[in-house]
C-alpha cells in the first residue's frame, strides 16, 4: 500500500508539469493580453510593462523562470493586474473563503443526499422514495445561478433575516446563503447514485444471506448494505470535494465573498496569467491528491480491492 | 508672468465656497454618518501612479488629494494647490501649495512630494499604464523618459520650494489645471513607498493626504474607509466612514440596496422606468462624459471595400433609428448621438449636424438613394460583419442595428466575441465595423476629438484627414478653440468613419438621504469628503 501511495505521488510530479506547460501554452495562445486594453498602450508604455513583468522574455524562458520561482521559492510570481498583490496572497485570501463554504457544502450535501438516497432506497416504491427523488431531481434542476437569486430575494430582500452578500471573515451570517445555494446539485447528485447503488446492493446476494439468517433489517442495512453501496458515491464524491472547496464562480460572484472561484475565471478573462497558473495548480495538485485518496478509500471498503 | 489665466481665475473664485461638505440650509444632519456603495469589481491597486479604472481612481480620491479637486458641477476648486500662475508663453505653470496640508502620518505635503509622484508616473521603472498621461499634459520630456531616452530627473516639473510647484510644458494646454484632478496626478508620500516598496499600499502602510485612511482591503470584498484627522480640511469632513462593496452582478446589488445594505449602486440596463415609478426619489439619470459607436474599419489594407464609400458609411449611419435605441432597449435616459463629443462636454457648442434634424424616415430614404448610389441595393446585397463584446446591451443593441439595416439591403453577421480578444481584433484593424465607446478623460472636447487624428494611438478605424489633423493642431494654441472643434465635428459628420449611437448616462439608485453626490459632475467626480446624510 505505502508503495503504492509512493508511485502515485511520483507519478503526480510530471503531471503535474505536464498541466503547466499545456496551460501556459493555451493561455498565451489566447489573443490579447494582460495589457490589452480599450485605449491601447503607446508601445514604449507597453514594453516596458512587458520587461517589468518578464513579458518580453521567449516563451521557454518565461516559463523556465516561472517553474524554477515555484521549485525553488514556492513563488508563484506577481498578479498582472492586481498590482498590489502577489498570486500567493491571491490565494491566501481566497482559498480560505473558498475551503469554508465549499467544505460546508460538501458535509451538507453528503449527509442529506446519502440519507435521502438510502431513505429512497430502503423504503423503495413508496411515497418516501417518490419524495426523496422529487426533491433530488428538483434539486438537480435548480442550477446555483438561479438558487442563488431565489435566496437572496426571499431571506434578505423579504424576510431581513441574512445579509445579501459579503464574507466578513466568515461570520455565520454570510456562510449559509453560499453553502445551500452550492450544495443543492450535488447533494441532488449523491442522493441518486446512492440510491441507485443501494438498490443494487440490496438486490444482492450477500444481503439475502445476511436476511436469510435472520438479522434484524438495520443491521443488514447498516452492516451489509452501506458500505459496498458507497463505493459508486465514493468515487463521485474525490472529483465533487475538490469543485467545491476550490469555489462556485456564481457563488462567488453572486455572494461577493472574495473567493478564489472568481479570481480563477477573472484571471482567464483578464489573461492574468500569473494568477490562472496559480489556481490551475492548485486545482490540479488538489485533484491529484483526493483522487488518490478515494482510491485509498476503496481498498479500505472494499477488501477485495489490492493495490 | 500674469496673473492666473482668466477663465481658471474665475473658475476657481466661483467655486471657491463648493469644496468641503456644505450643508444646505435648512438640512439637519443625521446621526449615523456613514456611507457604503458598490463598485463593480476589485479594486486593482490602491497606488495612484498604478491605478486604471475608474472605481479605483473613486477610492483615490478618498485617500489622496491632488493639486486641484472638482466641485459639485465639474468646477475646478482648490485642493492641495491654492493658485496658480501661467507664464506669458503659457508654458509654465506655478502653484502655490497649502501649508497646512499633512499626511496621514502628520508629515507635511510639500512640492517634492508631487514632484517624485510625477517622476514615478512617467519612470519606465515603474510601468505604469498611465504613464502616458504625463505625455497627454504635454509635461516636458515626458515622451523621452517614458521612452527611457532620458533620466527621470530631467522631467519638467521642479520644487521650487516646500510650497511652490513648477511645471513645465511643451506648448500651450488651455486645459491643463483640469488635468490636474485625475488620480494618477495625486502625490505619494516617497519615505513610505521606499520602506514599504509594492507593499505600500497594504491597510496600515498606506499613508495619503485625503479626506480618509484606508482601513481595510479585501480583495474582491470590499474597502473599509475611515475619517484622517491630519487632513488639512477634516473640521469640514461629515462621512466618518466609506466602505466600497465589490458586487459583481448589478442585480444582486440592486437587491442589497434595497433591503438596505447599499446607499448607491447602478441600474441593470431596462430597470430605470419602472424604479424610477417606484422610487422616483432614488432613481437618478445623469449625463455622463462616454460616447457610444459603431467604428468602420476605413485600413487601406484590411478594410473592406465597401466601407471605403462614404455613402455607404453614410447610409449606414443614417438607417440607425437612435430614439428606438434609447427609449426601447436602453431606457436609462441616454441621449441619441449624432456626433462625438458628448453634447455637455465643458466648452463645447454643439454643431448643426445635418441628418440629426431629419426624420427617420427621411434619414432612412436618404440612406437607401446613397445605398444605390455606391452600387448595392436589394439586387447587389452588401454582407457587412460587426464585432462586440460580451454584454446583454451590445447584443440587444447589435440585434436592433441588424434589423435596421436589414431594411435598407444590408445583411449584417453579429460576431459576438470575449472582451480581450474584442480589442485585440479592432487594435490590429481586424475587424469591419466594431462597436467602441470612450469616456472623456477630462471635462473638455479634445479628449474625443484628439482620438480620430492621424497620430492617435486609438484612432482603430484608421481614419485619415490632414484636414481634421491641422484643425486638432490649431486647437492646442487657439484662444477659444469652440469654433475648430465645430468644424472637426463637421468633417466627421461629412466622411463618417464610425456611426455615432448614444451618450451615456450615469442612472443610479441612490439614498434619497444622501447629500453632495456630485451629480451634475459629467465626469462623476464625486469626492467622499463633500458628502453628508440628512435626517429624515
New interface residues.
Given amino acids: 500500500m505505502l508503495s503504492y501511495i509512493a508511485k502515485r505521488l511520483a507519478i503526480a510530479v510530471p503531471t503535474l508539469l505536464l498541466l503547466i506547460i499545456i496551460s501556459f501554452l493555451l493561455m498565451h495562445a489566447a489573443p490579447g493580453g494582460p495589457f490589452t486594453q480599450e485605449r491601447a498602450l503607446p508601445p514604449q508604455v507597453l514594453a516596458n510593462l512587458e520587461a517589468k513583468y518578464g513579458l518580453d522574455q521567449p516563451l521557454w524562458r518565461q516559463m523556465a523562470n516561472y517553474v524554477w520561482g515555484i521549485v525553488a521559492h514556492f513563488d508563484f510570481g506577481p498578479s498582472f493586474i492586481y498590482k498590489d498583490r502577489t498570486v500567493n496572497e491571491i490565494i491566501a485570501q481566497g482559498f480560505p473563503v473558498t475551503l469554508t463554504y465549499g467544505s460546508l457544502s460538501f458535509a451538507l450535501a453528503v449527509l442529506v443526499g446519502v440519507s435521502l438516497g438510502v431513505a429512497a432506497a430502503i423504503r423503495h416504491n413508496t411515497w418516501l422514495d417518490y419524495l426523496a427523488v422529487g426533491v433530488s431531481i428538483g434539486a438537480q434542476v435548480l442550477p446555483n445561478f438561479v438558487m442563488a437569486p431565489i435566496l437572496v430575494l426571499v431571506f434578505t430582500l423579504w424576510l431581513r433575516w441574512l445579509p445579501g452578500g459579503g464574507w466578513e471573515g466568515g461570520e455565520w451570517q454570510y456562510i449559509i446563503m453560499p453553502v445551500v445555494a452550492l450544495s443543492t446539485s450535488f447533494m441532488a447528485s449523491i442522493a441518486r447514485i446512492t440510491r441507485s447503488s443501494m438498490l443494487e446492493v440490496l438486490n444482492s446476494n450477500h444481503i439475502r444471506t445476511a436476511r436469510a439468517k435472520g438479522l434484524p433489517e438495520r443491521k443488514v442495512i447498516l452492516r451489509h448494505a452501506l458500505k459496498p453501496a458507497m463505493l459508486p458515491v465514493i468515487s463521485y464524491l474525490g472529483p465533487a470535494f475538490v469543485t467545491m472547496i476550490t469555489g462556485s464562480v456564481v457563488v462567488d460572484i453572486y455572494f461577493s465573498t472574495g473567493g478564489i472561484g472568481k479570481a480563477f475565471v477573472d484571471s482567464a478573462l483578464n489573461r492574468d496569467y500569473a494568477v490562472m497558473m496559480g489556481v490551475t495548480i492548485l486545482v490540479g495538485a488538489l485533484t491529484i491528491l483526493f483522487n488518490l485518496v478515494v482510491d485509498i478509500l476503496y481498498a479500505w471498503i472494499d477488501p477485495k480491492i489490492r493495490y | 508672468m500674469n496673473k492666473l489665466l482668466l477663465t481658471t481665475a474665475l473658475g476657481l473664485s466661483l467655486a471657491l465656497p463648493a469644496f468641503a461638505a456644505e450643508v444646505q440650509p435648512g438640512d439637519t444632519l443625521a446621526e449615523n454618518q456613514e456611507y457604503t456603495y458598490r463598485v463593480l ?2 479594486i ?4 495612484p501612479q ?1 491605478n ?1 479604472d475608474v472605481d479605483g481612481a473613486g477610492i483615490m480620491r478618498s485617500l489622496f488629494e491632488g493639486l486641484y479637486n472638482e466641485d459639485q458641477v465639474g468646477g475646478l476648486v482648490p485642493g492641495v494647490a491654492t493658485s496658480h500662475e501661467l507664464s506669458d508663453d503659457k508654458t509654465t505653470y506655478t502653484f502655490h501649495l497649502r501649508d497646512n496640508a499633512k499626511w496621514s502620518n502628520g508629515d507635511p505635503v510639500t512640492a517634492n512630494d508631487f514632484v517624485y509622484a510625477w517622476k514615478r508616473l512617467a519612470d ?2 515603474t ?3 498611465y ?2 498621461y504625463m ?1 497627454l499634459m504635454q509635461v516636458v520630456n515626458a ?1 523621452e523618459v ?3 531616452e532620458k533620466p527621470v530627473d530631467e522631467l519638467g516639473v521642479k520644487a521650487v520650494d516646500d510650497h511652490t510647484l513648477e511645471v513645465k510644458i511643451t506648448a500651450p494646454l488651455p486645459f491643463f489645471p483640469k488635468m490636474l484632478t485625475h488620480a494618477s496626478t495625486f502625490p505619494v508620500n516617497q519615505k513610505v513607498v521606499e520602506a514599504h516598496g ?2 505600500w ?2 491597510a496600515g502602510n498606506l499613508v495619503g493626504n485625503g479626506a480618509y485612511v484606508l482601513k481595510e482591503h ?5 474597502v473599509v474607509m475611515e475619517r484622517n484627522p491630519m487632513y488639512w480640511d477634516d473640521a469640514k469632513t461629515i462621512i466618518t466612514k466609506a466602505t466600497a ?5 448589478e ?2 446589488a440592486l ?2 440596496y ?2 438596505g ?1 447599499l446607499d448607491r449602486t447602478d441600474v441593470p440596463a431596462g430597470q430605470y422606468p419602472r424604479l424610477e415609478a417606484e422610487l422616483p426619489d432614488e432613481a437618478n439619470s445623469v449625463p455622463q462624459s462616454c460616447s457610444y459607436i459603431y467604428m468602420f474599419n476605413l485600413d487601406e489594407a484590411k478594410g473592406p471595400e465597401a466601407l471605403k464609400d462614404v455613402n455607404v458609411r453614410k447610409a449606414l449611419s443614417y438607417a440607425i433609428d437612435r430614439d428606438i435605441i434609447v427609449n426601447n432597449v436602453l431606457q436609462g435616459g441616454q441621449a441619441p448621438s449624432y456626433n462625438w463629443t458628448h453634447a455637455s462636454t465643458d466648452g463645447f457648442e454643439m454643431p448643426e449636424i445635418d441628418y440629426a434634424s431629419w426624420s427617420q424616415a427621411d434619414r432612412l430614404a436618404k440612406a437607401k438613394e446613397l445605398l444605390a448610389e455606391a452600387g448595392y441595393g436589394p439586387d447587389n446585397p452588401l454582407d457587412l460583419t460587426l464585432n462586440y463584446n460580451t454584454s446583454e446591451a451590445h447584443k440587444k443593441i447589435a440585434i436592433a442595428v441588424q434589423q435596421f439595416w436589414k431594411g435598407i439591403g444590408v445583411n449584417l453577421t453579429l460576431n459576438n466575441m ?4 474584442h ?3 479592432m ?1 490590429n484593424q481586424d475587424f469591419e465595423i466594431a462597436r ?3 469616456c472623456g478623460d477630462y471635462n473638455e472636447a479634445s479628449t474625443y476629438l484628439d482620438l480620430f487624428t492621424s497620430y492617435s ?2 484612432n ?1 478605424g484608421k481614419f485619415l484627414s490632414a484636414d481634421y489633423d491641422k484643425l486638432l493642431k490649431d486647437s492646442k494654441t487657439a484662444e477659444n478653440p469652440a469654433p475648430l472643434y465645430k468644424e472637426a465635428e463637421q468633417i466627421l459628420a461629412a466622411e463618417m468613419p464610425f456611426a455615432p449611437i448614444y451618450q451615456y448616462t450615469e442612472v443610479e439608485m441612490i439614498k434619497p438621504d444622501m447629500r453632495g453626490m456630485s451629480l451634475n459632475n459629467l465626469m462623476q467626480n464625486w469626492y467622499v469628503k463633500d458628502m453628508y446624510r440628512v435626517a429624515n
Fill in positions: 469589481d476589485a486593482k491597486s490602491m497606488d498604478i486604471t519606465p521603472a510601468a505604469s499604464e504613464a502616458w505625455e515622451s517614458v521612452a527611457g509594492d507593499k499600499t497594504d479585501i480583495l474582491g470584498e470590499k462593496l465589490t458586487i459583481n452582478d442585480n444582486a437587491t442589497r434595497l433591503a445594505e470575449e472582451w480581450k480578444v480589442t485585440d481584433k487594435q467602441y465607446a470612450w494611438g486609438h482603430n
